[in-house]
């Protein structure tokens, strides 16, 4: 009987790591003054009727710490990769030469930075309730499994295991919001 709430442990590990991922994904978009191909992740252009994302139609490299520097496959893509990146609201200017489309990234202000921060520490208070409503979630789930004989030990076990997992994941964001935190603040 033990085997259905050693899966909702499992489980609730897995959805809680999926968690924290999307938070380190959603915090490498956040600039900090340094040119990176993950700031262009989720911009997408119109590829033969189909929308797709620029990673996919180009080269993007970064030629220094503030520039960045996308080589389309086929050269036609230029104006659309272009208008993409200025209507995607990350406040980029792109220039291109006819081959290749450069951006460089303006150096931030103190107000810039301070904003960056308070973006970084949303996107993680948006993780830690994400991880909490797991907890909750899976924790329900053993609750339930109590009803099929499941004894109150072995639920306050699993609920306890569950409590463990959530402190050892919300720890993790906090390290991933210092490191961000003092990334952005660099000068």
């Known amino acids: 009987m033990e085997g259905e709430l050693k899966k909702i442990v499992e ?7 999926k968690a924290v991922d999307h938070f380190e994904i959603e915090l490498s978009k ?3 003054g340094r040119a990176s191909a993950a700031m ?13 994302l620029i990673a996919h ?3 993007i490299t970064t030629s220094d710490a503030r520039t960045l520097v996308i080589e389309p496959y086929e050269k036609n893509l230029i104006s659309a990769i272009e208008k993409a990146i200025r ?3 990350l406040g980029l200017t792109p220039t291109n030469d006819g081959i290749r489309i450069r951006i460089v990234l303006p150096p931030l202000t103190e107000e810039r930075r301070k904003q960056l921060v308070k973006q970084a520490k949303e996107e993680a208070e948006n993780a830690r309730i994400a991880v909490r409503n797991l907890r909750r979630d899976y924790n329900e789930q053993a609750k339930k499994l ?7 030990d ?3 076990a699993t609920e306890t295991e569950i409590q463990k997992l959530t402190d050892n994941y919300i ?17």
């Open 30 to 32: 956040i600039r900090a």
């Open 171 to 187: 720890k993790m964001i906090d390290n991933y919001l210092h490191k961000k935190e003092t990334e952005i603040m660099t000068v």
């Open 154 to 156: 072995m639920i306050k």
């Open 11 to 17: 489980d609730a590990s897995v959805t809680m790591a």
């Open 87 to 89: 209507e995607s609201n």
């Open 146 to 152: 109590a009803k099929q004989g499941y004894s109150e």
């Open 40 to 52: 262009l992740d989720g911009i997408k252009i119109e590829y033969y009727g189909s929308p797709t």
């Open 57 to 59: 139609v180009a080269n």
